[in-house]
């Protein structure tokens, strides 16, 4: 047994307790492969994160990154606690809206965006961060035809390096999103957005990445939006938002630094703070975007334990009935993801396993040369930190169906998403009429 976060308990059965129910009973209750995610635990994390920030600023707006897990429960939760959203897609969108996140604190992200989900945004009065001239163009164009002004952000590349994975690395200049801001296209976008008839300039945006658990890198960007918002302002603009993006990181691994979001707010509004009295600047609304911080730890995946494989001089093979179908993470960027037994959550951790998922793929793991109490068919695995980028990256990869995810809160239980069933894999499909 680990040290479990303090979220988590076991009870006299040796079996994990999330959220106040037996994960055992859980796994009965509904089947596997199960998410579960802690009401509680998200509730926590963004008033912890909203706290951290508005401690120390007067105006701030936590945007939940609904990317990160978008189910209508989880954006019910959030918006609850008074959050507003980031969105990176109309359906995100309107997922927001649909619980009831006003448009107007809302942010829409993204460097590919379509006609209708602009239209969308525009209609909504949502913070558009513009990612290209191009769109710049076409938000003026849509905006003059209803009749409405756009609210614009630009999102900048303030080539900032970040220590994580290089696909969630998004702040180096040579990613796609953002003006580039070394060249000078930044200024010369806000120029010439602050000249179009039917557009309000009222933010700057960067997003750096993901998984970051280092504060030096978010203080660098905010030393670098901040030094733009002072230049911009020589030009007569004052950016009302400054929106740094969310990629605070968790700790997956028992022994990894938790960067703790106080340590980042009090680096980021010092920065803040210290350019706006030196330049003279309006007090901005700060922004940020967390998905991670806020529903990653708040969730694990329950697989049932089918079959064990041991072998000469290597690690037992376990094999488990969730797999890179259900969690992408591990086989897409080699994250690490913890594992126990959950119904031997007291026992001792002596066995060498790898753990595999069901399809017909090497890559499909959850775990590599891990330690797990002796596993047996029927033992019941759980798989932590899985609240962000889980269920939401899942496919139907060997025709699974994608698995249920259900919340807990004292002890109540309820699916908020239900599973998948043969029908659903194949509700889409439809044979031509001259192979009938
Ligand atoms: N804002 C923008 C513009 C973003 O692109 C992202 C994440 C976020 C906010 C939220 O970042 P967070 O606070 O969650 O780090 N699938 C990857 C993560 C991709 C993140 C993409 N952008 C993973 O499983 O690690």
């Not at 976008?189 to 998984?211: C, D, F, P, T, W």
């Not at 239900?418 to 439809?430: A, F, G, N, S, W």
Request: hydrophobic share 40%.
């Amino acid at each position: 047994m680990l040290m479990l976060k303090q979220h988590f308990s076991a009870n006299t059965q040796g079996h994990l307790v999330i959220g106040g129910a037996d994960a055992v009973e859980l796994a009965e209750r509904f089947g596997t492969p199960l998410y579960v995610v802690d009401e509680q635990r998200v509730r926590e994390n963004y008033q912890r994160f909203y706290r951290a920030f508005a401690e120390r600023w007067s105006s701030v707006l936590v945007c939940y990154a609904l990317k990160a897990n978008f189910n209508l429960a989880i954006c019910k939760i959030l918006q609850g606690e008074g959050a507003g959203a980031d969105v990176s897609s109309g359906n995100e969108l309107r997922n927001a809206l649909g619980v009831g996140i006003p448009g107007n604190r809302m942010v829409f992200n993204g460097n590919y965006k379509s006609l209708p989900e602009l239209e969308l945004a525009i209609t909504n009065n949502v913070l558009i961060n513009v990612d290209s001239l191009q769109e710049l163009e076409a938000i003026e164009g849509l905006a003059s035809r209803l009749g409405k002004r756009a609210r614009i952000g630009l999102r900048v590349n303030p080539d900032v390096k970040t220590p994580t994975h290089p696909y969630i690395a998004t702040g180096l200049r040579d990613s796609k999103f953002g003006f580039d801001v070394a060249s000078g296209q930044a200024i010369e976008a806000y120029k010439l957005a602050s000249r179009m008839q039917n557009i309000e300039v009222v933010g700057i945006h960067s997003h750096i990445g993901s998984q970051i658990l280092d504060v030096g890198p978010f203080e660098e960007a905010a030393k670098k939006l901040m030094a733009l918002v002072a230049e911009v302002k020589k030009l007569n603009i004052n950016l009302k938002f400054v929106d740094l993006g969310g990629g605070i990181g968790i700790p997956y691994k028992p022994d990894d630094p938790e960067l703790k979001p106080e340590e980042v707010a009090e680096h980021i509004v010092s920065v803040v703070k210290r350019v706006v009295e030196e330049k003279n600047l309006a007090r901005p609304t700060l922004v940020f975007e967390p998905g991670r911080y806020i529903v990653a730890d708040s969730g694990v995946l329950l697989a049932r334990v089918g079959y064990t494989k041991k072998r000469p001089d290597m690690p037992t093979w376990i094999a488990v009935d969730a797999g890179m179908n259900a969690l992408i993470r591990p086989a897409l960027y080699g994250a690490y993801h913890h594992i126990e037994l959950a119904n031997k959550i007291r026992e001792k951790n002596e066995q060498l396993v790898n753990v595999a998922g069901p399809l017909c793929e090497s890559g499909d793991f959850l775990g590599k040369e891990r330690k797990l109490p002796a596993a047996e068919p029927g033992d019941l695995a759980v798989i932590f930190d899985v609240g962000a980028y889980g269920l939401v990256m899942s496919s139907q990869h060997t025709a699974q169906p994608r698995p249920a995810m259900v919340l807990v809160n004292r002890g109540k239980a309820e699916i908020i998403r239900k599973r998948e069933c043969y029908e659903d894999l194949t509700r889409l499909d439809q044979i031509p009429g001259w192979l009938k």
